[in-house]
T-cell receptor
Framework: GAVVSQHPSWVICKSGTSVKIECRSL??????MFWYRQFPKQSLMLMAT?????????EQGVEKDKFLINHASLTLSTLTVTSAHPEDSSFYIC??????????FGPGTRLTVT | RKEVEQDPGPFNVPEGATVAFNCTYS??????FFWYRQDCRKEPKLLMS???SGNEDGRFTAQLNRASQYISLLIRDSKLSDSATYLC????????????FGRGTSLIVHP
């Protein structure tokens, strides 16, 4: 299957700082990338959908100014958590798909805000 | 009513048992359905697609019931390695291809 990488795999940051998470599709061109957040023992919650070259579409309740998404190329999307707070601590997972085919998930990034 | 609902479990079964999970969805126009498996602290991995005619992959059988708006996953001859959380995924219709995940059903297979 296709490979999607995420970096970093885990990060600890202080409250008020910003954190950037990268999502790369390594062996295919991802026309769409999805960003999810998962709290312990909860389901994946879709945060936003991004298509290459256009603005991301955010799900209801997700602050677009706090979670900045950039999808500048067919192989890279980034999520920046701005002014992070402890309640933003979570498991962030990206996935990528090509023209609506199945999604391939990255290994996730565990964010801890102290 | 939630868009996609699953019994969170856990389902605790012995090795060799047969176990079945259901997942109900609220949008009758939903188009595509999948089962994913997620191990603790790992990303979800596609287990199988769900077709209207039903489909089988080894010990796993997935079925779709459009009239009652649910999908099912049957696991036969459970192995210890089947222990995981099983997520159903339903795609919204209308060409946007946006997925909605159920909260997952936890399966524990014990010796």
């Amino acid at each position: 299957g296709a490979v999607v990488s995420q970096h970093p795999s885990w990060v600890i940051c202080k409250s008020g700082t910003s954190v950037k998470i990268e999502c790369r599709s390594l062996d295919f061109q991802a026309t769409t990338m999805f960003w999810y957040r998962q709290f312990p023992k909860q389901s994946l919650m879709l945060m936003a959908t991004s298509n290459e070259g256009s603005k991301a579409t955010y799900e209801q309740g997700v602050e677009k100014d706090k979670f900045l998404i950039n999808h500048a190329s067919l192989t890279l999307s980034t999520l920046t958590v701005t002014s992070a707070h402890p309640e933003d601590s979570s498991f962030y997972i990206c996935s990528a798909s090509f023209l609506g085919s199945e999604q391939y998930f990255g290994p996730g990034t565990r964010l801890t805000v102290t | 009513r939630k868009e996609v609902e699953q019994d969170p479990g856990p389902f605790n079964v012995p090795e060799g048992a047969t176990v079945a999970f259901n997942c109900t969805y609220s949008n009758s126009a939903s188009q595509s359905f999948f089962w994913y498996r997620q191990d603790c602290r790992k990303e979800p991995k596609l287990l199988m697609s769900v077709y209207s005619s039903g489909n089988e992959d080894g010990r796993f059988t997935a079925q779709l019931n459009r009239a009652s708006q649910y999908i099912s996953l049957l696991i036969r001859d459970s192995k210890l390695s089947d222990s995981a959380t099983y997520l159903c995924v339903v795609y919204r219709s209308g060409g946007s291809y946006i997925p909605t995940f159920g909260r997952g059903t936890s399966l524990i297979v014990h010796p």
